[in-house]
């Protein structure tokens, strides 16, 4: 064979061009057949995995491609080498292949074939699909074999792994349940989880508890049923895996658990295992408090522990989290519904029990005031009280009944009682009661119930409430037009209908309107009060008669109820019918009813305009409040009791109470929270929108007790809240003292705006000091050096007869300019637009120029001066305002001490700071002017023959504080007074004033 033949085949066509082939059964390259070379070109070309068998011996040539197949453990010395040596572990199941090939010249095809590889460090699960395909020499016999192989090891543990986790999905209802359910899949895995353990973390994380198991015992070392975590030789390293958040492998099991590492499907232990933290979100890898469980994962003893197999132990981790999280949340809603369920049962108890509690004080009310309204002698007023009180009774105790029907439907107690009744006489006793009501509220009641063939079989009791709720509920939305109230039969049926030209029901909520408690939100109505029972006891009652409750309507136009159910008794429950001959029909609840509506229409309404009812004198009154409140007896009571005091309006809603806030001015707003039209919320942030009313004290009051309630009125913008039942003196004193906080915040507001009027004062005198200042230095410039020029140019005899003058205007000259100079001082130090120009200053020196400067008006005053310092003495300081410091200092010495001697003295403490002292023996200061010495518009020496304006040393003591430093005055010894400037050293000055 030539090279150019062997040429290419990467590693393996080097590896064969180098064998020494005379070695082999196979003898020189050069005495191979041409079928073995062409065989061996075709292998070496192809990129994919080939290997020739050839001869007796089966010796072996392969590619690249195949190397990965044979691993390190057989390569390279596979290579020439004979089939049977090289795989003895698997030559069981290949060798009768490869005979049959020889032999017989068959060819065969296996597919995902399971093969276990020695790879040297363990006993491989391999799988490979391969073809034998005989090669025939030139002889016409088989002379080898041409073998395709492909190693699909990923894709069958792919699919192995992936059936597997398909499986971990789980339905179960408790912890231990979905446990042992994920476990038990993992059981039929064992060739890729050899065993398992499933720990759930008991007592804040402090224990651990086995759950389940798959392929290995419980109770043994290695799967013990309790573990605690602070056990430093816990057999399972659960704490460090938790505090790392994340999967931990366990290596050495044989070691550390000995025979009771399970061998699974085969002959070796597993080596190792991991141990997987989870989450309660149903993820996995938890750290700390976040984990519930512990998942143990064994590791086959015949699969490398590769990225793949660390990724399906991951996702194996992440379904049984998922599991469990899904089993923790049915239980959570399980015993979320169960806590309903007994919430629910706790509540009808209740309402049960607090219904028939209020029955008998209701009963002992009502009878003794009945007994009263019957009697003689009682005053007009007097009886008016007490009719109040019937009605607000009566009502109550119709709340009370429809809590009871209520209770008693919810708990399943509710009983009817179904008797012949002449159901059209009956009806039209119970609708004719609502026809003064109607009248007075200008609405038309029609009753259209025609006699019927026969006697309807229905509970009195409860018609009567179908029939009053329906009809309340009509004259409660309507507000013009009619009621119109009709019964019907056909062979089968009864149809009662209840229909109206009111307000009607927005198309959305006509779904909800039979439901328990709803109310439909912004509707117009004659009354917000109402608790959402009426409409769904009507359904309730409807259903126990075995018929349907419908409703339709058109918003704008009206509303029609329709109740239908069947005629005869078979639909109803035999122990329940009764057949006595039927009563005469009796409304004996519509009075309750009636009389509430009664309260509803306009004419009461208009009983309450402060016109038409007669208020106590009030002399003067302390203020107008407007009352809004759709109760006409909470209205009425309210006014009576305000009366007394102040000028009441009393409205029926919001929407009034709205137009009369702002047409006309009232000093406090007091408003009911519910109210038709306009609520009380809604007429507060009307009130809160309105310029006029913004300020405006509101009072809420409210049914809905509870510290949430309040806050949430306070937070609206209301200035108070008032719970109801309040007393009259409550009431008073909520008023009262909110009328007070308004006045008192109306005078602050006043207070606020003087003062800021006061400020701008004051900022347009600082300006005008400014600018008055700034205009004055010029002409006193031009005036001083005009003094100068005439004092040089004075001839002797002129000088002495005007020498004197002129030295005197002179003096006042440099006077008035220290005046201006101060005044622009303190224009800057008030406006805050000072800024200091800091520089190292010899401060000796500096002083020694201010003493030299002024040493005319040293002689002039007749004031002898000594100056002693430490020189140099350097300092951080603004040379002018220093300068300044020293000059206001030295003349208020000559001012006070004319005549005497002044002393300075500068020198430096241990701390490094400059103390600079200006001592004068003149009057000194008395003890009770020091500590205002340095204030605005204080003066040393209160006496008009002194002059100044008292701003001197206070602009003193802002220029040297600004520095960093401070200022004080003292007694001098024997008279006089010292003041004695503290100044730090080369450190940098604080910018500022106090």
Known sequence: MTDEALAGGGEMGALIRAKDWSLTPLGPIASWPQSLRTAVSICLGSRFPYLILWGDESVQIYNDAFRPILGPAKHPQALGGRARDTWPEVWFMVGPMVEGAFHRG????????????????????????????????????????????????????????????????????????????????LGDNLSDVPFAALYLLEGGGTRASLVATSGMRSGTRLAPLSLSLSEEDAPWPFAAALERGAPLRVDGLVERFGEDVPKGPWPERPPSAWVLPLARSGQVMAAGPEAVALLVLGVSARLRLDSEYMNFFELVAGHVSTALASARAYQEERRRAEALAELDRAKTTFFSNISHEFRTPLTLILGPLEDLLASEGLAEEERGELRVIHRNAGRLL?????????????????????????????????????????????LRLTVDCPPLARPVLVDREMWEKIVLNLLSNAFKFTFEGDVRVSLREDEAHVLFQVEDTGTGIPAAELPH??????????????????????????????????????????????TCFTVEFPLGHEHLPEQRVRHPEAPESTATGAELFVDEALRWSDGARAAMKPEDVPAPPVSPPQGRVLLADDNADMRDYVRRVLSVSFEVEAVADGQEALESALSRPFDLILTDVMMPRLGGFGLLRALREAPATRTLPIIMLSARAGEESAVEGLEAGA?????????????????????????????????????????????????????????????????????????????????????????????????????????????????????????????????????ARMRDEFKHAECPVTFQADSPLMGRVDRHRLAQVVERLLHNAIKYGTGKPIELTLEQDERGRMNLCVIDHGMGISPEDKPRIFDRFERAVPVRRYGGLGLGLWVTRQWVEAHGGRVLVEDTPGGGATFRVELPGLASARVGVS
């Open 398 to 442: 119709r709340l009370v009944n429809s809590l009871l029907d209520f209770s008693r439907l919810e708990s399943g107690r509710a009983r009817a009682f179904f008797e012949p009744t002449d159901l059209s006489a009956f009806t039209v006793d119970l609708a004719s009661a609502f026809r003064s009501a109607a009248e007075k509220a200008g």
């Open 513 to 558: 309107v039979f439901e328990r408690f709803h109310r439909v939100q912004g509707a117009r109505s004659r009354s917000h009060e109402g608790t959402g029972i009426g409409l769904s006891l009507v359904r309730e009652l409807v259903l126990l008669h075995g018929g349907v409750v419908g409703v339709r309507s058109t918003e704008g136009q009206g």
């Open 719 to 851: 200035d108070d809240y008032l719970i109801k039942p309040f007393s009259a003196r409550e009431l008073l004193a909520r008023v009262r003292s909110n009328l007070e906080l308004a006045r008192t915040r109306r005078a602050l507001v006043h207070q606020e705006a003087f003062a800021q009027g006061l400020q701008e004062a004051l900022r347009a005198r600082d300006e005008f000091l400014s600018a008055a200042s700034h205009e004055l230095k010029t002409p006193l410039a031009a005036f001083r050096l005009q003094l100068e020029l005439i004092e040089r140019n004075l001839s002797p005899e002129a000088r002495t007869s005007v020498g004197e003058r002129i030295l005197l205007a002179g003096k006042h000259v440099r006077r008035l300019a220290r005046l201006v100079e101060t005044l622009l001082d303190v224009s800057e130090l008030m406006n805050g637009r000072f800024e200091l120009r800091l520089e190292e200053t010899d401060l000796s020196r500096l002083v020694a120029e201010v003493v």
């Open 106 to 185: 068959e060819a065969s095809w296996v597919e995902n074939q399971l093969f276990l590889f020695d790879r040297g460090d363990l006993i491989e699960e391999v799988y490979l699909t391969f073809s034998h395909s005989p090669i025939r020499d030139e002889t016409g016999k088989v002379g080898g074999i041409f073998q395709a192989v492909s190693d699909v090891t990923r894709g069958v543990l792919g699919a192995r792994r992936l059936s597997t986790l398909r499986a971990l999905t789980s339905e179960a209802r408790s912890l231990e349940e979905a446990a042992r359910a994920c476990l038990r899949v």
